[in-house]
């Protein structure tokens, strides 16, 4: 079974970054794409950022020009550079795979709050 780790969460005040991470046990991210998805307070999940195995990259409009997405298959991670945090983008954070209908358990995300 593929454990699924969020990390880099955390309180910032609006305007701020930070840089999530995601990491999976064995090598799976140099085969399938991946992507970030957000749940906030009292809303669905959705997908904000993705990424292909080739590195081609799609963001929800709501974060473009903020939010930048990268992999390295060699250490098997998939980041989310965020900055000029806003309010909005306060939720959890959780990364599975993208353009596809099979995901892995989804695992605990990282909370980031953007609050003054």
């Known amino acids: 079974q593929v454990q699924l780790v969020e990390t880099g969460g955390g309180l910032v005040q609006p305007g701020g970054s930070l840089r999530l991470s995601c990491a999976a046990s064995?090598?799976?991210?140099?085969?399938?794409?991946m992507g970030w998805y957000r749940q906030a307070p009292g809303k669905q999940r959705e997908l904000v950022a993705g990424?292909?195995?080739?590195?081609?990259?799609n963001y929800v409009d709501s974060v473009k020009g903020r939010f930048t997405i990268s992999r390295d298959n060699a250490m098997h991670t998939v980041d989310l550079q965020m900055n000029s945090l806003k309010a909005e983008d306060t939720g959890v954070y959780y990364c599975?795979?993208?353009?596809?209908?099979?995901?892995?358990?989804w695992g605990q995300g990282t909370q980031v709050t953007v609050s003054s």
């Open positions: 064995g090598s799976i991210f140099s085969i399938y794409a």
């Open positions: 990424i292909t195995t080739g590195g081609r990259t």
């Open positions: 599975n795979r993208y353009l596809s209908d099979v995901n892995y358990p």
